[in-house]
């Protein structure tokens, strides 16, 4: 770095970024010879260990950086927070430190982007307020080596806090993963009684603060903060590294680039209200890069991953098809008109200048993987049109009064029944008539809000994957999922050309509580139903909280979907109830 660069400390304090109306929160820069060293003898004794009441946190670490995290309690105009990072627990060998100063402009956050640092490190942090003497947590980093025989990876998605304890964390925090790579929903923007509230939340003490759905910056401030009070998420930051992407809920439910399902004009401009989410997502999960507004970038992990972060929701995406749009007055569908807008080629989830830069990354990039961080289920969940019209008609009674009839869920089982059926004959060569054919071939995607309502595009993508070890990650549905992403040769078959490996929730409900499953009986055979019905589905779980465990090596990509028992009590027990292996 030239001195024309450095500041007068010695220490870039990067100005704010100026964007659409807002000022967003850009992390401060250290290089090795910028720093403010700290003498040892600067630092008081008996440090007290508050006003740092959110924890610590790290993120986006690299072979050479990490950037270290924190938020102080203050009033003031400007807080003066001093950081050390060193090699070992009681600082005795700090290797790095420096001083910041950070205002209620950014809520008094602190990013600090350490560069210039040696590979293959176990790494500790800590900030102090010298003027008033209080000092963090300790927090544990890393940074990655310049060649590695073997990574495990935690991913996670969809932690609610009205809908449980956050278990998941804990365990993945006691895990012997290297990093967490979260995929988005983060945090949720409902109002109290809303999404995800259930019998437990009152008495756990888990209503969301502000207790209304937010809208402003201060309101996605004080959500943040409520989430980052939160024991086992502070646990899990102060012990591991995070790599973070939003979904939707950091901004709104089924966020596109222009709007959300879940905002209303009366509720004011959504460029605002996302411009305000994105403010704070800034100041809370920072992230490498140059522009707060655009997360998608990639990690060389030990020259065996190249770890690729997309953005799925926010900066191409085009808004999201509805079945319910193309509605016949009979209440059947308009299947051509469906179908000329599912396969137009000019629908986009990335947007031309993220899919252009994925290309490119997944043809130049030499890694032996592949590994795309992203929020929404790639593989091909197509499924029999009866058995969705069924479980359309389950859901809207679910939600319309709460619960769902003998008879609605009779008609359900029973049709998933048949259908099975049929598939079994069919896959074991025996005859079906014209009509059971149909019945189980024509099929539509359950999820238009995943890849399976971006056909075209993903079809981009799975040319750009074949001859490459590609693993898929993904998360939002609230269940678990491994699948083979397929595409059509030449020859008309159906070839594997990567996997996909796709989270449950930290605590958001899945299939359990959306289709009425009570019971085990009923969640296995839906569980069963689901795997026979949909080609390239090889595992479901359909109920329970949890993360996967993914362990590179040069030969294969081993997949471990752990799961808690519960997320309502503080006493629980986790199992790894599922291992898939991949070896590309």
Same mark, same amino acid.
Not at 465 to 493: I, P, Q, Y
């Given at each position: !770095?030239?001195?024309?660069?450095?500041?007068?400390?010695?220490?870039?304090?990067?100005?704010?970024?100026?964007?659409?109306?807002?000022?967003?929160?850009?992390?401060?820069?250290?290089?090795?010879?910028?720093?403010?060293?700290?003498?040892? @003898?600067?630092?008081?004794?008996?440090?007290?260990?508050?006003?740092?009441?959110?924890?610590?946190?790290?993120?986006?670490?690299?072979?050479?950086?990490?950037?270290?995290?924190?938020?102080?309690?203050?009033?003031?105009?400007?807080?003066?927070?001093?950081?050390?990072?060193?090699?070992?627990?009681?600082?005795?060998?700090?290797?790095?430190?420096?001083?910041?100063?950070?205002?209620?402009?950014?809520?008094?956050?602190?990013?600090?982007?350490?560069?210039?640092?040696?590979?293959?490190?176990?790494?500790?942090?800590?900030?102090?307020?010298?003027?008033?003497?209080?000092?963090?947590?300790?927090?544990?980093?890393?940074?990655?080596?310049?060649?590695?025989?073997?990574?495990?990876?935690?991913?996670?998605?969809?932690?609610?806090?009205?809908?449980?304890?956050?278990?998941?964390?804990?365990?993945?925090?006691?895990?012997?993963?290297?990093?967490?790579?979260?995929?988005? @929903?983060?945090?949720?923007?409902?109002?109290?009684?809303?999404?995800?509230?259930?019998?437990?939340?009152?008495?756990?003490?888990?209503?969301?603060?502000?207790?209304?759905?937010?809208?402003?910056?201060?309101?996605?401030?004080?959500?943040?903060?409520?989430?980052?009070?939160?024991?086992?998420?502070?646990?899990?930051?102060?012990?591991?590294?995070?790599?973070?992407?939003?979904?939707?809920?950091?901004?709104?439910?089924?966020?596109?680039?222009?709007?959300?399902?879940?905002?209303?004009?009366?509720?004011?401009?959504?460029? #605002?209200?996302?411009?305000? #989410?994105?403010?704070?997502?800034?100041?809370?999960?920072?992230?490498?890069?140059?522009?707060?507004?655009?997360?998608?970038?990639?990690?060389?992990?030990?020259?065996?991953?190249?770890?690729?972060?997309?953005?799925?929701?926010?900066?191409?995406?085009?808004?999201?098809?509805?079945?319910?749009?193309?509605?016949?007055?009979?209440?059947?569908?308009?299947?051509?008109?469906?179908?000329?807008?599912?396969?137009?080629?000019?629908?986009?989830?990335?947007?031309?200048?993220?899919?252009?830069?994925?290309?490119?990354?997944?043809?130049?990039?030499?890694?032996?993987?592949?590994?795309?961080?992203?929020?929404?289920? !790639?593989?091909?969940?197509?499924?029999?049109?009866?058995?969705?019209?069924?479980?359309?008609?389950?859901?809207?009674?679910?939600?319309?009064?709460?619960?769902?009839?003998?008879?609605?869920?009779?008609?359900?089982?029973?049709?998933?029944?048949?259908?099975?059926?049929?598939?079994? !004959?069919?896959?074991?060569?025996?005859?079906?008539?014209?009509?059971?054919?149909?019945?189980?071939?024509?099929?539509?995607?359950?999820?238009?809000?995943?890849?399976?309502?971006?056909?075209?595009?993903?079809?981009?993508?799975?040319? #750009?994957?074949?001859?490459?070890?590609?693993?898929?990650?993904?998360?939002?549905?609230?269940?678990?999922?491994?699948?083979?992403?397929?595409?059509?040769?030449?020859?008309?078959?159906?070839?594997?050309?990567?996997?996909?490996?796709?989270?449950?929730?930290?605590?958001?409900?899945?299939?359990?509580?959306?289709?009425?499953?009570?019971?085990?009986?009923?969640?296995?055979?839906?569980?069963?139903?689901?795997?026979?019905?949909?080609?390239?589905?090889?595992?479901? @779980?359909?109920?329970?909280?949890?993360?996967?465990?993914?362990?590179?090596?040069?030969?294969?990509?081993?997949?471990?979907?752990?799961?808690?028992?519960?997320?309502?009590?503080?006493?629980?027990?986790?199992?790894?109830?599922?291992?898939?292996?991949?070896?590309?």
């Amino acid at each position: !770095m030239s001195q024309k660069n450095n500041s007068r400390r010695n220490f870039i304090y990067q100005s704010l970024l100026a964007t659409g109306g807002i000022i967003l929160a850009s992390n401060f820069i250290s290089c090795k010879n910028d720093d403010d060293t700290v003498p040892s @003898d600067n630092i008081p004794d008996n440090l007290a260990l508050t006003n740092f009441d959110y924890g610590v946190a790290s993120f986006d670490p690299t072979a050479s950086q990490v950037i270290i995290w924190t938020r102080y309690s203050s009033n003031a105009a400007n807080v003066v927070i001093t950081w050390q990072v060193a090699s070992d627990e009681a600082f005795e060998n700090v290797i790095r430190s420096g001083e910041v100063t950070t205002t209620a402009e950014r809520d008094y956050t602190v990013a600090v982007e350490v560069q210039d640092l040696d590979a293959n490190q176990k790494l500790y942090y800590r900030f102090i307020q010298l003027e008033e003497e209080t000092v963090s947590p300790v927090g544990e980093t890393l940074t990655f080596p310049e060649n590695a025989s073997e990574v495990t990876i935690a991913i996670c998605s969809c932690s609610n806090y009205p809908a449980g304890l956050f278990n998941v964390y804990k365990e993945m925090a006691n895990s012997d993963a290297d990093v967490i790579v979260h995929l988005g @929903d983060y945090i949720y923007e409902y109002g109290e009684n809303e999404y995800g509230t259930n019998e437990y939340t009152a008495a756990l003490g888990r209503t969301h603060n502000p207790t209304t759905e937010i809208l402003d910056l201060e309101d996605y401030r004080t959500r943040y903060k409520q989430y980052r009070s939160d024991s086992n998420l502070q646990h899990a930051h102060q012990k591991k590294p995070f790599i973070c992407v939003w979904d939707d809920h950091e901004v709104s439910n089924d966020t596109y680039k222009d709007g959300a399902e879940n905002h209303q004009s009366d509720e004011g401009s959504f460029e #605002a209200r996302k411009a305000a #989410a994105i403010q704070a997502y800034s100041e809370f999960v920072p992230v490498r890069t140059e522009d707060a507004t655009k997360i998608y970038r990639s990690f060389n992990i030990g020259n065996l991953i190249n770890l690729i972060m997309l953005d799925t929701r926010v900066i191409g995406r085009d808004k999201q098809l509805s079945y319910f749009d193309y509605l016949n007055t009979d209440g059947s569908i308009d299947a051509v008109a469906f179908q000329t807008a599912l396969y137009d080629t000019n629908r986009t989830m990335l947007g031309t200048e993220q899919r252009n830069w994925l290309l490119s990354e997944v043809a130049s990039n030499s890694a032996q993987w592949q590994v795309i961080g992203q929020q929404v289920l !790639m593989g091909k969940m197509l499924i029999p049109m009866e058995l969705l019209l069924s479980m359309n008609t389950l859901l809207i009674e679910l939600e319309t009064t709460g619960s769902v009839s003998d008879a609605t869920f009779a008609t359900f089982t029973n049709t998933m029944t048949e259908l099975v059926t049929l598939k079994y !004959m069919q896959l074991n060569g025996l005859p079906l008539t014209a009509e059971e054919t149909a019945r189980i071939e024509t099929v539509a995607p359950y999820n238009l809000d995943a890849w399976d309502g971006y056909p075209y595009e993903r079809e981009i993508l799975l040319n #750009a994957f074949e001859n490459k070890n590609v693993v898929c990650l993904a998360g939002d549905t609230h269940n678990s999922w491994a699948s083979a992403l397929t595409r059509t040769n030449t020859n008309g078959e159906n070839v594997q050309v990567a996997q996909e490996f796709a989270t449950t929730s930290v605590s958001s409900p899945g299939f359990e509580s959306y289709l009425g499953l009570a019971g085990g009986s009923a969640i296995s055979s839906f569980e069963q139903a689901i795997t026979t019905l949909i080609d390239d589905l090889s595992y479901v @779980d359909a109920s329970r909280r949890g993360f996967v465990k993914i362990t590179f090596t040069a030969g294969d990509a081993t997949a471990q979907y752990t799961f808690v028992d519960n997320v309502n009590s503080e006493v629980y027990t986790a199992s790894v109830a599922h291992t898939v292996s991949y070896n590309g």
